[in-house]
């Protein structure tokens, strides 16, 4: 597998908090992508990265920023959490869009 | 996303049988066209690709054909056998080739 990982895994977290996941690869891949997957709309892009500070919107962005600091790091903040991004989030990596892109395990969040 | 469509959600077959799912994208200057399979709790993984510039490749028992001027293109999967059942996204690159866009994927059923 290559080398992205997520965290957490798991999370629980109340309507109102701030939330941030991390996706940590050791790739060194430029390019790297935030979804969300839930049952019948499949995997939905949030924000992706093209670069360190280079970041731009996807199509489910409503409530989410990111932050790309370093190349090895991806971060994706729900400021407020709200019951509708309770959702399994995943990552994925990539050198270049036009190839095989890498996913993280997925981290299941849950806003009660 | 709206930018790839998939169909069907989902498809049973029985075991032997042939399952074909189909995909059509809106951005003419797309030109990179995976197929990701996700089993049960498990990561998506690319099981087979096609760039605009061929109409069709093969690997083994699945198959992908590529339709430029209709903007489609399909997974064949032959002799379909029971570890065949999971989830199947297409996916296509859009806005300038930076946004890795998954469609609402299918969830394919072999029945033994």
């Known amino acids: 597998d290559a080398g992205i990982t997520q965290s957490p895994r798991h999370k629980v977290t109340e309507t109102g908090t701030p939330v941030t996941l991390r996706c940590h690869q050791t790739?060194?891949?430029?390019?790297m992508y935030w979804y969300r997957q839930d049952p019948g709309h499949g995997l939905r892009l949030i924000h992706y990265?093209?670069?360190?500070?280079?970041?731009d919107k996807g199509e489910v962005s409503d409530g989410y920023s990111v932050s790309r600091s370093k190349t090895e790091d991806f971060l994706l903040t729900l400021e407020s959490a709200t019951s509708s991004q309770t959702s399994v989030y995943f990552c994925a990596i990539t050198d270049r869009p036009n190839t095989e892109a890498f996913f993280g395990q997925g981290t299941r969040l849950t806003v009660v | 996303g709206e930018n790839v469509e998939q169909h069907p959600s989902t498809l049973s077959v029985q075991e032997g049988d042939s399952a074909v799912i189909k995909c059509t994208y809106s951005?003419?200057?797309?030109?990179?066209f995976p197929w990701y399979k996700q089993e049960l709790g498990k990561r998506p993984q690319l099981i087979i690709d096609i760039r605009s510039n061929v109409g069709e490749k093969k690997d083994q028992r699945i198959a992908v054909t590529l339709n430029k001027t209709a903007k489609h293109f399909s997974l064949h999967i032959t002799e379909t056998q029971p570890e065949d059942s999971a989830v199947y996204f297409c996916?296509?690159?859009?806005?300038?080739?930076?946004?890795?866009?998954f469609g609402g994927g299918t969830r394919l059923m072999v029945k033994p």
């Open positions: 990265s093209y670069g360190v500070k280079d970041t």
């Open positions: 790739e060194n891949h430029r390019y």
């Open positions: 951005d003419s200057a797309s030109n990179y």
């Open positions: 996916a296509a690159i859009i806005n300038a080739g930076n946004m890795l866009t």
